[in-house]
């Protein structure tokens, strides 16, 4: 069949037109407020995608949908762990959804993908990554955080290994990226300025499926150290144990190396692994006693980092919202208000500093059994941390920012 | 000294692992001319098999279920061949990209089948215990899987150069033209080589399960390995896939250990010097 030039031009005409027409939006109270969620759904990041989503869910629907008097309507977006889908998605929720803000993305590479789109739109986003960057050398007044830099949680634990475990010598273990080198950085500088030794920085590739040739070569320490993400810990873990290590060692780990939804997968070999985070699911205070029961109740496992995250994002929204009396329309007066805010929230109070990083408690946990299940508890809090512990800020963002190299690690063995 | 001791049956075990892996894929790759990039899919849907049956049902055993599970996917290599490779046999990169496309939808289905998570397989109790050796530590289950290696790799040798099925499958790897000719039925040949590349896959993944846990993305890890060793060890040659895992084994344990920031230079460097100075790899006899 053949399409003659009229009917063809006539066609296009139209659909050129009618993407060029600018979306009419009404700004009335009675309009949902419309928020979109940046999430993996799919892909190797999908665990924490998901659980994201469910938590997020579950708090609108505990609010019977309506935040300061207005319905709210959630979009879900899934970005498959992909930086460029991130940001197909993020146009998406912006352009055609017309969402008033944005809460995730989930990973790092995600997050640097979209942060300059979403300044330039002017976008609130309430952001769950940790790239250090994204709240220090390269902050935008559109973005917060409220979960924490790579480094933030490894402040405390570095402290407290140093002076309370009496721990000399360490060695850390990492996925060979962003997250990992910063983590490790930060700890590396804490630990050693409390009088300790890094005697050996492992990373291994993102995607390594047999941890044998690493667990082989770390050294004689007091503890190991995992900056890992995701399974890789576990997995790692696993090998450590199976080579007789952890009889020789004790593990301590950064803020996603036991999550939650990781140490449901695992046996009594994780009793007594430190870990530190700015969440549990064991936390002593009214907000999570009423979330994480119920939240075991209808899924049948314990929220942990990235369920939690967007439970946070959603009582900080709140707060914020109710400050605003709800009208987002005015996106400058949403973000003044987020910043502002002191949300009371599951993990403790929170607030922001002036890069839109959360200040807040930071917990040190041990995993133990409760109820026949593998839980972390929490042995001691850190109030207040922020992600620049104690060090001046002005000297620290003058600094380069933490990679693999810096800071240098001095005290590596041969 | 130790150091070398430990990476060198580090290398011993993952090369044995790697031609579990791989030797199903020099198969398909050697008689059907088919870079079967659905192999580390199946790969990972045994492991994933292992991982439940083996949790659910504390009567069964590893090999067993190896056994079972490679069955099995036998069976979904099979079906897959007959209702959709042979519709392609004029169009061979046609056929590449389904195995791909297959791939993608394996390894979805396993997401929404098993979840995001890592799910371990546990290692078979009697194996659990680590052996002590020279003063250290080394798990007892990997030095068996080396052992279990070079058992699937003499019963190959034995299907390929002993029974008849091995004379046609040689005959089709030489001169599939010919094989034709003689009267040799080539389009079942391919059907039950197409089974046994898989079926031994899934049966790997089962056994690969202990080391390396079930999750998503093992599928995605897993192939590049198997890519490197055929076309390092030569296509349709079987020495070359045994060698060729062992020589692989070494040079990314031992590479990873001298020189961690350089993994997977590591890894692909050999490759690509065989492909530049002798492309039908260390024993490869790819015919007409």
């Known amino acids: ?414 | 000294m130790q150091f070398w001791i430990i990476q060198g049956l580090n290398s011993l075990s993952l090369g044995g692992l790697l031609f579990l892996l791989s030797s199903g894929f020099s198969l398909i790759f050697g008689l059907m001319r088919l870079a079967n990039l659905t192999h580390g899919a199946f790969f990972m849907l045994g492991t994933y098999l292992a991982a439940t049956a083996l949790r659910s049902f504390d009567s069964l055993n590893i090999w067993t279920t190896a056994i079972g599970a490679g069955f099995v996917v036998a069976a979904l290599g099979g079906l897959f061949e007959r209702l959709v490779l042979t519709r392609l046999k004029a169009n061979p990169l046609g056929q590449v990209l389904v195995t791909l496309g297959m791939s993608f939808i394996i390894s979805d289905a396993c997401l929404m089948i098993w979840g995001g998570d890592s799910i371990p397989v546990p290692t078979p109790q009697n194996l659990q215990a680590p052996t002590r050796l020279f003063g250290f530590v080394f798990p007892t289950y990997r030095l068996v899987l080396v052992g279990l290696a070079v058992l699937v790799a003499a019963a190959l040798y034995f299907l390929i150069e002993r029974t008849r099925l091995g004379a046609m499958i040689r005959a089709g790897v030489d001169d599939r033209q010919m094989a034709r000719a003689v009267g040799i039925p080539v389009s079942r040949l391919f059907t039950i080589v197409f089974c046994l590349g898989t079926g031994i896959a899934g049966a790997a993944g089962v056994l690969g399960g202990p080391i390396l846990s079930a999750y998503p993305g093992l599928d995605a890890d897993m192939l590049p390995l198997a890519l490197i060793v055929v076309i390092l060890g030569g296509i349709g040659s079987l020495l070359g896939a045994f060698v060729g895992s062992f020589v692989i084994g070494f040079i990314y344990t031992f590479g990873t250990a001298l020189f961690p920031e350089l993994a997977y230079i590591i890894l692909f460097l050999p490759m690509i010097f065989v492909i530049a100075f002798r492309p039908q790899g260390l024993f490869g006899r790819v015919g007409a």
């Open chain 1, 1 to 414: 069949m053949s399409i003659s030039r009229r009917q063809f031009v006539g066609v296009a005409g139209a659909g050129i037109a009618s993407m060029a027409a600018p979306n009419l939006v009404f700004a009335q109270s009675s309009d949902p407020i419309r928020v979109g969620l940046l999430a993996a759904k799919t892909g190797p990041l999908a665990s924490g995608g998901i659980d994201m989503d469910l938590a997020l869910t579950t708090f609108l629907k505990e609010r019977d949908n309506t935040l300061a008097g207005r319905k709210v309507e959630l979009i879900v977006a899934d970005t498959a762990g992909v930086p460029a889908t991130a940001r197909t998605k993020a146009q998406e929720l912006v352009e055609k959804n017309n969402v008033h803000c944005i809460i995730g993305p989930l990973a790092a590479f995600e997050a640097l993908a979209i942060a300059d789109y979403l300044t330039e739109k002017e976008m609130p986003t309430l952001g769950v990554a940790a790239a250090e960057d994204m709240t220090q050398r390269h902050p935008s007044p559109w973005f917060v955080r409220l979960t924490s830099t790579s480094a933030q949680c490894a402040y405390p634990l570095a402290e407290y290994s140093a002076k309370e475990l009496k721990y000399k010598k360490i060695v850390t273990i990492a996925d060979d990226f962003a997250y990992g080198h910063e983590m490790c950085a930060g700890f590396q500088r804490v630990f050693e300025d409390n009088g300790g030794k890094i005697i050996q920085k492992i990373f291994t590739p993102l995607a390594t499926p047999d941890y044998g040739s690493y667990v082989a070569q770390v050294k004689s320490a007091d503890a190991i150290f995992l900056g890992t993400a995701g399974s890789n810990g576990f997995r790692f873990l696993r090998q450590f144990i199976e080579y007789g290590l952890k009889d020789k060692m004790a593990v301590i780990g950064g803020m996603t190396a036991l999550d939650e939804s990781v140490l449901r997968n695992m046996g009594d070999e994780a009793l007594g692994i430190l870990t530190t985070s700015w969440y549990s699911a064991e936390l002593d205070n009214p907000l999570n006693k009423a979330f994480a029961p119920a939240f075991r109740k209808q899924f049948k496992y314990d929220p942990g980092y990235y369920a939690g995250s967007t439970y946070v994002s959603g009582e900080v929204l709140e707060a914020a919202l109710k400050t605003i009396k709800g009208n987002v329309e005015d996106k400058k007066a949403l973000m003044a208000a987020i910043r502002a805010s002191n949300a009371d929230t599951i993990r403790g109070v929170i607030k922001f500093d002036e890069f839109g990083n959360a200040i807040g408690n930071v917990y040190i946990r041990k995993v133990t059994k409760s109820d026949g299940r593998l839980v972390n508890s929490v042995i001691k809090t850190y109030p207040d941390v922020s992600q620049f512990w104690t060090y001046d800020k002005t000297a620290f963002l003058k600094n380069p920012v933490y990679s693999r190299d810096y800071p240098p690690a001095k005290n590596l063995e041969p």
